[in-house]
């Protein structure tokens, strides 16, 4: 039963590609969003001067349910080990759980405004005391005390988009609970920045590379693009090639940036594009210029002889319901959604796709090759916590004038302190038991 849902959709799925139905279902939102963009990001940002283009991304595509899966299927569909007999860390549930969380909005400077739910008034706290919980092994929470010995010495570098941002904050908020980081590096934009916790000698550095690849962004402050990206999907962005060899541990990511509209080369030369309609060139589809660059990625890392660990985070999904960010969707669920409540987007189960399939192709040969090459996958825990978002929390208190205030809602990123925590628990999990 599960195997032919699966196969219809594939099927269905290549038949819709292939008579471009998606390009003009695409042409229209990415309209649509062109309009609300510049609604939403008419104001200036009280933190840093980062626009938060990531958010616009996710949501150009309608959410569609096209499997529907119960969680008996999805029991059916994996085991909780994987195929060496390893507990799969990323199957199981969110479980009641009573500890306070390591931080506090009060506790810990490093939350960005916009994703400090306590500070901005999100009322409800029930979203804080969950801790998820494999099927095939327990999980124990991160211990910043031993992390930190681990890593006294090491250097540590998280490359990608907002949602990387967003984790950095994370594990710079539940380290601090042990000793309090020292920034001590960012760049005119605030996109690229470091810190240090100075007597460990550990090194925390987020390195903004929203495609992995080197690309001409023609957006101003605000996200307003003027032009197509162009992507050059055979050259690997230098913004953290040139950090790779002074890293010890490394955790990229990328996805959500490459459903912008651009132009795609290769060669230098133009060899195809996603959503230009103006122009007399071929569309290409964000799998196939996914595909190449984590690929691209990918060798690069097997064949660099890397001693530490170099971990790919996979991408994470959104959770606006009754409409998109741009039209008035919203987030409101205050528990864990079960199995099945939430399917990937199209989008989404593209990116998942191409990123699972490469790595396992990549992992086979990193274990050749002598690379430290693992799977950070934070995509099925993510999308059971519908209820870990700021929604309308963004904002400092977004009701305080008129109850009824029409609030744009963040569905993507996380709230901190908040599920996003609990990747960390991943990671401490891989280095202390591979
Ligand atoms: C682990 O479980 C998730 C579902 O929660 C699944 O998507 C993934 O493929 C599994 N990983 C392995 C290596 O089996
Ligand atoms: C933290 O949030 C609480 C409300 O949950 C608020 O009263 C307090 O002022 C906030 N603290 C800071 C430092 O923003
Ligand atoms: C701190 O760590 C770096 C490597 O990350 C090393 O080169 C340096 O010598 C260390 N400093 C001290 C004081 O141990
Ligand atoms: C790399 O950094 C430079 C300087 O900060 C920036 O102009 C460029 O857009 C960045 N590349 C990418 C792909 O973001
Ligand atoms: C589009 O490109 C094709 C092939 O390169 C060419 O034959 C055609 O004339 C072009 N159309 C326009 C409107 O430029």
């Not at 042409?27 to 990001?41: K, N």
């Not at 529907?68 to 059916?76: P, T």
């Not at 999308?383 to 977004?398: I, S, T, V």
Request: hydrophobic fraction near 35%.
């Amino acid at each position: 039963m599960v195997k032919k849902i699966l196969y219809n959709w594939k099927s269905w799925w290549r038949s819709i590609h292939n008579h471009n139905y998606f390009v003009i279902k695409l042409g229209v939102s990415i309209l649509l969003v062109a309009l609300a963009f510049r609604l939403l990001y008419n104001r200036s940002f009280e933190f840093s001067p980062v626009s938060d283009t990531a958010f616009l991304e996710n949501s150009q595509i309608s959410a569609a349910p096209l499997v529907s899966a119960d969680s008996q299927e999805i029991s059916d569909q994996f085991s909780p080990q994987d195929s060496e007999g390893k507990c799969n860390l990323s199957y199981g549930d969110w479980i009641p759980d009573q500890s306070e969380p390591f931080y506090t909005n009060n506790s810990c400077s490093f939350i960005e405004e916009h994703q400090n739910c306590m500070k901005n008034g999100r009322p409800d706290k029930g979203y804080l005391y969950w801790r998820w919980k494999p099927r095939g092994c327990d999980l124990a929470r991160l211990d910043p005390e031993r992390f930190l010995d681990l890593m006294r010495n090491k250097r540590w570098g998280l490359i990608g988009d907002s949602i990387s941002r967003n984790h950095v904050q994370s594990i710079l908020c539940q380290l601090s609970v042990v000793e309090k980081p020292i920034h001590v590096y960012h760049d005119e934009s605030y996109r690229n920045r470091r810190w240090v916790f100075p007597s460990y000698n550990f090194t925390l550095s987020i390195i903004w590379s929203p495609f992995l690849a080197e690309a001409a962004i023609f957006e101003d402050i605000d996200g307003v693009s003027s032009s197509e990206i162009e992507l050059h999907l055979d050259i690997l962005d230098k913004n953290w090639t040139k950090h790779y060899k002074s890293l010890d541990y490394m955790i990229f990511s990328s996805g959500k940036w490459f459903v912008k509209a651009a132009i795609y080369y290769e060669d230098n030369k133009i060899l195809g594009c996603h959503y230009c309609p103006k122009r007399n060139i071929t569309e290409v589809g964000v799998n196939f210029a996914y595909r190449k660059v984590i690929r691209n990625v990918f060798n690069y890392i097997i064949a660099s002889k890397h001693k530490g660990m170099v971990v790919y985070r996979t991408s994470t999904p959104d959770h606006f319901e009754n409409g998109q960010w741009f039209s008035g969707g919203t987030c409101r669920r205050k528990v864990p959604a079960k199995h099945g409540d939430f399917e990937l987007n199209d989008l989404n189960k593209i990116l998942r796709e191409v990123e699972l399939e490469e790595f396992q192709k990549a992992s086979a040969k990193a274990s050749e090759t002598g690379v430290n090459l693992k799977l950070l996958d934070v995509n099925p825990l993510s999308l059971l916590r519908p209820d870990g978002h700021p929604g309308p929390y963004r904002f400092f208190h977004p009701f305080a004038k008129d109850k009824n205030a029409k609030v744009i809602n963040d569905c993507l990123h996380w709230c901190l302190p908040g599920p996003i925590d609990s990747w960390n628990d991943l990671l401490m999990e891989m280095l202390v038991n591979g």
